[in-house]
């Protein structure tokens, strides 16, 4: 049996230079005394184009590190409750995103009401559509990310637009693309290639690649703009491509290339928008057979490659292209810590380590030496 699930998202608006325009219009989205999450980078963008319009915040709260620690969360929700907020504004990447559906169901736990959600994101990963969220845990032993499904929290209101990402930094930016490959890809787990999650990953999958794989080395982004090598345009296909590749994220189930992202971010503090660049091409050949030909969706003209080496290949290419780490080892990971990232793998995601087959443990190991 097939299915598709929604998620009770209001509205998506799109374009160059809305972003004071909408935010004049939250409250016809039911953001109203909305609190802004934000972080400090991006404080003077909020104070441009976010405040002018939005005349009934009641402030703004900055500190939000990444990963999103349940004490920050705990803080945030402080904040909310502090001052009267109704509603929130999560200008950022996934980590702020993150932040604000966990304080808004922790909201709920507390009230009894969820906090409306209006999505500025200024990544490329996608979380802004999602109901999904990750908080790390400190307080015991050891730091650990878990997941959360709470389709009450989906942001009422995307708002998508260049003038968002033309300052993301270039790495931070570059490698929250792979993350959006990845969830197009990994969302092929449970879905067939008729289902409506695959026919809009695969687009979204070429709308990434066409823009990265001619993104000029080391400049950033305004650079490349002013030198003529992208162009404004292309940062909305990239975020036109996140969209479309986490387009009905209720309906899949991620995988193993998002699982050892979870513990390598979570627990060993990794960046996260990283992982996926080290992760998602190794995975994709060593879990081919779970995905049988799923893959060929995302693989026209690949010659006489399987779909999987040409999908991978075409990713690391990419990764290889923006100069992103494609290595442990580039992030300084000690190699002595990889059994204890199998361990963890193996005790709290066994379905997704077992898409590796038979002899799932072994290859486990094997797969993430091979990442280092």
Sequence with gaps: MNQLKCLPQDGIIWGHDILRTVAASLGDYGISRPIIFTVEFLEALSREYIHPGVRDAVGVFTDLPPHVPDFAVRNGLGACIDRGADSIIALGGGSVLDAAKAASYLHFQQTGRHLPIAAFPTTLSGSEFSH?????????????????????????????????????????????????????????????????????AARGVERFLNVLEKWPQKLDTRQAIERGWVCADDLLQLQLGAWQCYFFPASVIYGLSHRIGHILGGTFGL??????????????????????????????????????????DRIAAVVASLELPSRLSALDFDKAKLPEVAALLRENYPSEVADLGKNAGERLGTLLESMW
């Design 132 to 200: 999904y969220f990750g908080v790390t845990e400190t307080d015991g032993p050891q730091k650990f990310k878990r997941s959360y499904a709470v389709r009450e929290t989906v942001p009422r209101l995307v708002v998508i637009d260049p003038r968002l990402v033309v300052d993301t930094p270039r790495a931070l930016l570059l490698s929250s693309a792979i993350k959006g490959i990845d969830h197009a890809v990994e969302g092929m787990r449970k879905v067939e290639t008729d289902h409506p999650h695959a026919i809009l």
């Design 271 to 312: 960046p996260h928008s990283m992982t996926s660049c080290i992760t998602l091409a190794p995975v994709i050949h060593a879990c081919a057979g779970a995905y049988g030909d799923k893959f060929e969706i995302f693989a026209a003209g690949r010659g006489n490659k399987t779909a999987a080496a040409y999908l991978a």
